[in-house]
């Protein structure tokens, strides 16, 4: 779920994580860059209501937070910038205490990860309903309608490692492990490693043994390159949204039993805030509604590979699109 730099452990990812270990996050900065209106017009509800917008730390989520930020500026907010936060879990515990008012997070991750449950709901619109509808009742959360895009997990290969194990599937994966565990070593990330919606919860699915399975925690952009090099990593977890896969010509292997969870992006806010704000969601509903596979893939690849900012990222897709206009 960057700047997609779950990498990004930096000074800021540190401050952030100390502080609200031990009194709260901070209130957030001011926007790294300025916007006008476009097609998000001034909104006289939403004149100089102070916002605070979250973001987990890796690229697509920081890039996603910077399109609520800027969006929400557009139509007159004060926006607090308060993306990059180390983590879904501290990051949902920062939205719960009204540390942060505003936020995009994926559906999957809201059923599994902060709803408790095992098995995830095929279906898209029946996930988004369900975790929408239990979230509400549970804790006071406002899931307002998904965009189409799905970054969910999965498992990649370098072409060549799947050329000589044949391995092109989970189900052959799980099988390379439980035949040849050295010969299937797999790099993950942290969260990944110990998530029911991730590693264990995967070999549970897939019948294999996640003990005999060689693994290397690795940090989520040091992952996709060693993979490609297939040295440390033959195989290794990747996001299905992430434009370092074509980049390096990775090979995502198929979920054939249809494990993982859809992970659709919704904007997410406490429902007094909801209440408040209605209009929060008016503005962003457009936004989302074009956010598919293709447009943050690309969105993703223009920050990490090819270098770019990405608020940058955000505000130049934003204002492509006509939903605001650059100054400064």
């Known amino acids: 779920m960057t700047v997609m730099r779950r990498v990004l452990a930096g000074t800021a990812v540190v401050l952030a994580t100390t502080l609200l270990a031990s009194c709260g996050l901070e209130s957030g900065g001011a926007l790294p860059l300025k916007v006008g209106p476009g097609s998000i017009a001034p909104v006289p509800e939403l004149e100089g209501a102070r916002i605070t917008v979250g973001s987990k730390d890796f690229t ?13 500026s557009a139509a007159g907010a004060d926006v607090r910038d308060l993306t990059n936060i180390q983590g879904s879990n501290s990051t949902r515990d920062a939205q719960l205490a009204g540390q942060i008012d505003v936020s995009y997070e994926y559906t999957g991750t809201g059923w599994i990860n902060y ?6 709901i095929p279906d898209s619109r029946a996930q988004f309903e369900a975790v929408r509808d239990e979230d509400l009742e549970r804790n ?34 799980a099988a ?9 070593a797999t790099c993950v990330e942290t969260e990944f ?3 029911q919606d991730g590693f264990p919860g995967m070999a549970a699915a897939y019948g294999f043994d996640p003990a005999r399975a060689e693994r290397r925690i690795l940090q989520t952009g040091i992952i996709y390159q060693a993979t490609a090099d297939g040295s440390q990593c033959k195989f290794g977890e990747v996001f299905t949204t992430d434009g370092r ?3 390096l010509d990775l090979v995502v292997l198929e979920d ?19 209440e408040q704000y ?13 956010l598919t596979d293709d447009v943050i893939t690309e969105l993703n690849k223009q920050v990490d590979v090819e270098g770019k900012d990405p608020a940058a990222v955000a505000r130049q897709w934003l204002v492509e699109q006509g939903f605001v206009t650059a100054e400064g």
């Open 193 to 195: 490693n110990v998530r």
């Open 245 to 247: 896969i074509a980049a």
């Open 115 to 120: 709803l408790g449950h095992e098995q995830p």
């Open 256 to 274: 054939d039993r249809q494990f993982f969870p859809k992970y659709n992006p919704a904007l997410t806010m406490r429902q007094d805030f909801a």
């Open 60 to 72: 697509e989520q920081v890039i996603l937070g910077y399109m609520i930020e800027f969006a929400l």
């Open 140 to 173: 006071g959360m406002v899931w307002t309608d998904p965009a189409p895009m799905n970054n969910t997990y999965a498992l990649a290969t370098s072409r060549a490692t799947a050329e000589r194990t044949g391995v092109r599937t989970l189900s052959d994966y």
């Open 278 to 290: 209605p209009e929060v969601a008016e503005v962003m509903a457009p936004i989302s509604a074009v």
């Open 176 to 184: 390379l492990v439980e035949r040849d565990p050295a010969a299937a």
